[in-house]
């Protein structure tokens, strides 16, 4: 039974995650790059054994000058090492000067890995049979990209600026041949604050896609100074619109509320904020063969909407009044690591 798998399988079971995003240390990474680089040395050995399944004489020549191989390969992940380690002290503002530097250095270490292994492959090939050669270079490649895909998932990417999308949901409802309906749009955003300037109230959040944005933080979030780096901010907005024709004597007046439901001071952070909108459009014109309504509203403008294909034109007529609320309301917590 080829035991290969199953090893590699309790390897990266073994293996400790390096801390993501705002939560990584410097000493918390180069823990964790020792417990990893531990764990292979102990066992790497034994599972390029059982996959090789040597004779005597192959081992003979072959553990002598894999060990040789492996020191050198250390030497180079002592340099990749070093760059984690870096990584993770500027994390996550890495200026462009070091970025530039640090990529430079990766390529090279990377260039000195390639070089390292493709040496004592050939070295390989004249001491082994070409089918064990072959079949250590694909060990060693799999041990080699488990331990590499596990450091690149553990490890956040670089951030970029850019606008913290999250995710969004959508939906539609309506009455068949009624017109108007209601729609909701839900968006979910989280993201660890990575920064903060207390003097101007602002806080840099950082994504797990690595997407970084500056927040200005407004005067009405009292327990703003409750915040700390490392703390996982959680918002859910949610947008309503509801669209509808107005009824006899049902008031068509344009106007606006808002509401601010903020935890206490000394409380957790986080709070509740509601807008609600109402404005009021008139029917200009009517496109039957098009499917479509021109309204125009009270600053003046107008604008053209497309009408479901349910809905009878011929039941309308300029001068009908359309009345569009807006219900938005943003929920906001804060939780500590």
């Keep these: 039974m080829n035991k290969l798998p199953l090893i590699i399988a309790a390897l990266l079971a073994a293996l400790p995650v390096v801390p993501r995003a705002a939560e990584i240390t410097v000493q918390d990474a180069s823990d964790a790059l020792e417990a990893v680089r531990s764990v292979l040395q102990a066992d790497r050995q034994a599972v390029v054994a059982d996959a090789m399944q040597f004779i005597e004489s192959e081992a003979d020549a072959f553990w002598p000058a894999y060990h040789q191989y492996r020191s ?20 996550p503002d890495v200026p462009a000067d070091r970025a530039k530097r640090m990529l430079k250095e990766i390529l090279s270490l990377e260039k000195q890995q390639l070089s390292t292994r493709a040496s004592f492959l050939k070295k390989l090939a004249r001491m082994l049979p070409p089918a064990k050669a072959l ?52 968006r979910r955003i989280s993201a660890v604050v990575a920064a903060i300037d207390t003097a101007n109230r602002k806080v840099v959040l950082v994504d797990d896609a690595g997407i970084r944005e500056t927040v200005k933080v407004g005067p009405e979030a009292i327990n703003f100074d409750q915040v700390r780096r490392g703390d996982r901010l959680e918002v859910v907005a949610t947008e309503e619109l509801v669209v509808s024709l ?5 008031s068509t007046d344009n106007g606006a509320a808002a509401l601010v439901d903020l935890a206490p001071r000394g409380a957790k952070p986080g709070g509740v904020v509601a ?18 309504a021109t309204l125009r509203f009270e600053d003046g403008s107008t604008r053209t909407f497309p009408v479901r294909s349910d809905v009878d034109l011929g039941q309308r007529k300029v001068g009908d009044q359309v009345i569009f609320q807006v219900t938005e309301m943003v929920a906001i917590s804060v939780e500590k690591p």
């Design 246 to 250: 107005a009824q006899p004597g049902e």
């Design 72 to 91: 050198e390969m250390n030497r180079v992940g002592d340099g990749i090492k070093g760059l984690i380690l870096e990584y993770g002290q500027l994390y």
């Design 135 to 186: 079949r250590f270079a694909q060990v060693e490649s799999r041990l080699d990209l488990a331990v590499r895909a596990q450091l690149a998932a553990a490890i956040p990417l670089v951030p970029i600026e850019g606008e913290i999308g999250g995710s969004a949901t959508e939906g539609v409802l309506y009455q068949e041949g009624t017109a108007g309906g209601v729609a909701v749009r839900t």
């Design 275 to 292: 807008a609600v909108a109402r404005i009021t459009g008139t029917v200009t014109a009517l496109d039957p063969a098009r499917r479509t």
